[in-house]
């Protein structure tokens, strides 16, 4: 079973944040460093500073962030993906750099830990009876633009979705199962062709908020 241990704290890293502005409108952008040489030596505002203050254009190796969003469309939290890329900043458009911490990969986020509670609290149900669960992975189900709204929870031969707070039945695992009779009286067809647990309100946080 993919879970973490309760006690166990979140592996945090800390970064160089770098504020910026990215176009002729000053839109502001944002990239995190955690290294500025191939030492791979944790980066400091003072390093940074010291190397880039006689030029005017410098590369920094810009870790992945990715975004995890909540129904307000507002960003719940971000996590390191383990990824990186060169990106080249005019100095002159520099307007803050910062410290700050982000979990290093999405198994060391608060999203991860309410996910993993959710998952283990499907066990003990009734459909994960019959259906003879054992075990279970998580993971993110989508990474457009950086940012995350769908996670799946695997017990491999069940996949569910949790989406804004729901927690779904992906749907082709759904449509698979479903053919069974057996099993029909798990599940709840939506009009937008999810699928819904009978029960599916006692396995996630529905509020929304």
């Excluded at 290294?35 to 505002?45: R, T």
């Excluded at 995890?68 to 002159?92: C, H, M, Q, W």
Aim: glycine share 4%; with cysteine; aromatic share 14%.
């Amino acid at each position: 079973m993919t879970a973490v241990n309760k006690n166990e704290e979140p592996r945090l890293k800390r970064v160089v944040r770098i504020d910026y502005k990215a176009d002729s409108y000053g839109n502001p952008k944002t990239i995190y460093t955690s290294h500025l040489d191939s030492a791979f030596q944790p980066a400091s505002i003072i390093d940074f500073v010291n190397r880039s203050k006689d030029q005017k254009l410098v590369y920094i190796p810009s870790a992945k962030t990715i975004s995890i969003i909540n129904p307000g469309f507002k960003v719940k939290e971000r996590y390191l993906s383990g990824e990186e890329e060169p990106v080249a900043i005019n100095t002159d458009n520099i307007y803050m750099i910062t410290y700050e911490k982000l979990p290093e990969f999405f198994r060391y986020t608060e999203m991860y830990k309410e996910l993993v509670e959710v998952a283990t609290k499907f066990t003990k149900s009734q459909a994960s009876k019959e259906l003879k669960l054992s075990g279970f992975k998580i993971y993110p189900a989508d990474n457009s633009n950086n940012e995350c709204t769908t996670f799946i929870i695997d017990f491999n031969k069940l996949k569910l979705e949790y989406r804004w707070g729901q927690l779904l039945v992906e749907k082709h695992c759904a449509e698979q199962l479903f053919k069974e009779e057996k099993y029909q009286h798990l599940f709840e067809r939506t009009n937008t062709g999810y699928y819904l647990l009978q029960d599916w309100e006692n396995y996630g946080d529905n509020t929304n908020d």
